[in-house]
């Protein structure tokens, strides 16, 4: 062991690792932490894109994705642990979009075969991902549905600049207007139950998600460079975001730091990230 607690041999082999995928150019940089206790290790390799030389630093700032739903679920148990919102109400007091739900007879249904829900949607069911829509697990058009979902733009089937989706109350329309893929409490699917969560933390507040999250959570614990865009005196410490082309088998640019997409304040603040409303944030400092 070295004089951190950590293992002096396997800190180098993570090394040899880590700089393999930037030496083989399978990515530009990258900043990676392990955390056991009070004992911190940072290793930070490479440069902010292929094709600009600034190097990686320590406070890069990084798209976090999908790491935004849990915290919109600490956003939201706040809001429980005040007694503004409860885990058993219905989530209709507050979304008369979202009202007198009907769902598909199966996913394999057209969009116009539906049954009543035997139930509102409650914030528990936000919470576990069970409000009875979501991702569809499967490869494009297996079901009539998926095209209206694409059309609507409520999902995505991979990732997606923050412009992709409508405004707020435009897009729980949308979601309004389709049926339900399952009933309420049935079945798990992934990502929209936090994103209509992100909206319920708006209303239920009164302020935007993100300016709950940087009051009652960011503020709080320090966490200065976390938002859901990235304002000009910091645009510099974004790197290039890259995405795989699976045809070509190459890393080809989907946001250019330059003139990103995630610069701009966004119109829909997202808790769950899947059309990349996301938030952006460093890695913890050792305090």
Not at 67 to 89: F, N
Not at 240 to 266: I, M, Q
């Amino acid at each position: 062991m070295n004089g951190t607690g950590f293992s002096k041999s396997r800190l180098e082999r993570m090394h040899h690792v880590l700089s393999g995928y930037v030496e083989q150019k399978a990515l530009p940089g990258l900043v990676a932490l392990v955390s056991h206790h009070d004992d911190v290790h940072v290793e930070v390799l490479g440069t902010l894109a292929f094709d600009n030389p600034a190097p990686m630093k320590r406070d890069t700032i990084f798209r976090i994705a999908s790491i935004t739903k849990p915290i919109t679920a600490v956003a939201a148990m706040i809001l429980v642990e005040e007694c503004k919102i409860r885990l058993d109400d219905s989530i209709e007091k507050w979304f008369p979009e979202l009202a007198n739900r009907r769902v598909l007879t199966s996913l394999s249904s057209q969009p116009d075969e539906t049954v009543p829900a035997r139930r509102a949607i409650t914030v528990r069911d936000l919470l576990t991902f069970t409000m009875g829509f979501g991702s569809v697990m499967a490869m494009p058009d297996t079901y009539p549905i998926q095209q209206l979902i694409r059309d609507y733009r409520i999902g995505s089937d991979g990732p997606k600049l923050p412009t992709y989706a409508p405004a707020t109350d435009e897009w729980l329309n949308r979601l309004g207007s389709l049926p339900l893929l399952a009933q309420p409490g049935e079945r798990w699917m992934y990502n929209v139950s936090s994103e209509v969560l992100g909206v319920l933390i708006a209303r239920v507040s009164g302020q935007s998600l993100g300016t709950f999250m940087r009051e009652r959570i960011f503020e709080p614990l320090g966490m200065k460079d976390t938002a859901f865009h990235v304002p000009s005196d910091k645009i510099e410490r974004l790197p290039t975001f890259y995405f795989f082309n699976r045809e070509a088998n190459t890393l080809d640019v989907f946001d250019n730091a330059a003139n990103s997409a995630w610069h701009p304040e966004p119109s829909f603040e997202s808790g769950e990230a899947a059309s990349s409303r996301r938030l952006m944030t460093i890695l913890p400092s050792a305090a």
